[in-house]
């Protein structure tokens, strides 16, 4: 016997049938990813300068830290692939969003009580590297689920559009706010936007199939397969 349909699936299995202008969940999708990717790019701008204007850190320190916040990237693709595949994707955005403005929140803290440090800035650097790379996997993989198919080229439009505006724009916003309310006050912000995120990933409501995430016991077998293509 099939199970009862609740208000919620009903719901989410007719979001995605929407057209994008009526579509909510793709809506919350949008407005939540293009506001932690503008996040994104006030940290970048922010550990940077943090570095050299509070800690004096060397030009090696600072190609160091950026490359703390690229490796991740390199080493953690496959697996978060995986993982954006087998998993809920809403838990790994919502997940992702909540630890990374708890990792971003390190640096002014350490910074009130005295003890930020060039190893404390590679240490955050790191895990918002990891938890972005993590977080874009299951983003990436949700759309299908709250986009009907006859409507994912303009969303994936709109998508790309957006997010190139939100890169651009928090670059330049973030030097904005530091030059007004300083780099600590900025990343409190950025924690801010991360936790902002996740509330609007809160709000998605993926397809009951969708949902259906594969077994995840075969991971290891689906990495060395994409790393043999």
């Known amino acids: 016997m099939t199970p009862p349909t609740t208000v919620h699936d009903a719901a989410a299995e007719g979001a995605a049938a929407l057209p994008l202008r009526t579509n909510r969940p793709f809506r919350a999708y949008w407005v939540g990813e293009a506001v932690t ?7 970048g701008v922010a550990l940077p300068v943090i570095a050299v204007l509070e800690l004096g850190a060397s030009p090696g320190q600072v190609s160091l830290l950026a490359a703390a916040a690229t490796v991740p ?7 978060a692939g995986v993982a954006g595949d087998r998993y809920p994707k809403k838990k790994i955005m919502i ?7 708890a990792v971003v929140s390190v640096v002014p803290v350490c910074w009130a009580v005295g003890v930020l440090s060039v190893p404390v800035l590679y240490s955050v650097a790191l895990l918002l590297g990891a938890l972005t790379v993590l977080h874009q996997a299951g983003s990436i993989a949700i759309v299908p689920e709250i986009v009907d198919r006859a409507h994912m080229h303009p ?7 957006t997010f190139s505006l939100a890169d651009t724009a928090g670059t330049y916003g973030g030097t904005l ?4 309310l300083g780099a600590g006050r900025a990343m409190w912000l950025d924690s801010l936007s991360y936790l902002f995120s996740a509330w609007c990933a809160s709000r998605i409501r993926p397809s009951a199939a969708g949902r259906a995430a594969a077994a995840p016991a075969r991971m290891g077998a689906a990495i060395r397969e994409g790393s043999a293509t």
Request: charged share 5%; net charge neutral.
């Open 37 to 43: 990717l503008a996040g994104s790019s006030v940290h």
């Open 73 to 79: 990237a390199f080493v953690l693709a496959l697996p």
């Open 95 to 101: 997940g992702t969003d909540l630890a990374a403005a």
């Open 155 to 161: 969303a994936n439009a709109r998508i790309a559009g």
């Open 177 to 180: 706010v530091m030059g007004l």
